[in-house]
T-cell receptor, first 112, second 115 residues
Framework: DTEVTQTPKHLVMGMTNKKSLKCEQH?????MYWYKQKAKKPPELMFV???????INESVPSRFSPECPNSSLLNLHLHALQPEDSALYLC???????????FGNGTRLTVT | QQQVKQSPQSLIVQKGGISIINCAYE??????FPWYQQFPGKGPALLIA?????SEKKEGRFTISFNKSAKQFSLHIMDSQPGDSATYFC??????????????FGEGTQLTVNP
């Protein structure tokens, strides 16, 4: 099993809902990432936190709002999503900013 | 400039055969080249990685070959097994990025190993 834990595994939400995705790692990694992956496509980087500070935002729409409460936790708050936002959302962590990434198994999000 | 091109898109190999997946990159600043393996319903897992100071790296049945002058690298899976059936992504990044690892992924190869 992966050492990066994501909850929930599956999420179905309407376009007016507010929900949150959660990610946790206890490897002492200081960089954490959110990726979005559509079917049969590679992961696309959304956000990076380095030492609990947002360091990269890949021009992600504001309906996605990341949060890093501490060095072990990463959240992604979702609001007013569109059906095209349906995807697998992957969290990853790395020892430091340029170290190899360890991915979680993702949250499968469906927006209806 | 940031693109990594991966081929083939899909590959079918018999058990015991050799699987070969190729990638080519354009940005000469890339200096870290990992391969990720992804099973259905799972996140990508780091399989093996190479840096451009070596031309080959082997870990068990998995070997990366790297050609710096051609800006190409490839994954060879020896004695392929049905359990190797997965999607493989090559990637490239620049080490020393203090803001975070910006992996540029290839489009992926769906490998099927027939028993």
């Amino acid at each position: 099993d992966t050492e990066v834990t994501q909850t929930p595994k599956h999420l179905v939400m309407g376009m007016t809902n507010k929900k949150s995705l959660k990610c946790e790692q206890h490897m002492g990694h200081r960089a954490m990432y959110w990726y979005k992956q559509k079917a049969k496509k590679p992961p696309e980087l959304m956000f990076v936190y380095s030492y609990e500070k947002l360091s990269i935002n890949e021009s992600v729409p504001s309906r996605f709002s990341p949060e890093c409460p501490n060095s072990s936790l990463l959240n992604l708050h979702l609001h007013a999503l569109q059906p095209e936002d349906s995807a697998l959302y992957l969290c990853a962590s790395s020892w430091k900013a340029d170290s190899p990434l360890h991915f979680g198994n993702g949250t499968r999000l469906t927006v209806t | 400039q940031q693109q990594v091109k991966q081929s083939p898109q899909s590959l079918i190999v018999q058990k015991g055969g050799i699987s070969i997946i190729n990638c080519a990159y354009e940005n000469t600043a890339f200096d870290y080249f990992p391969w990720y393996q992804q099973f259905p319903g799972k996140g990508p897992a780091l399989l093996i990685a190479i840096r451009p100071d070596v031309s080959e790296k082997k870990e068990g049945r998995f070997t990366i070959s790297f050609n710096k002058s051609a800006k190409q690298f490839s994954l060879h899976i020896m004695d392929s097994q049905p359990g190797d059936s997965a999607t493989y992504f090559c990637a490239a990044s620049i080490e020393g990025e203090t803001s975070g690892s910006r992996l540029t992924f290839g489009e992926g190869t769906q490998l099927t190993v027939n028993p």
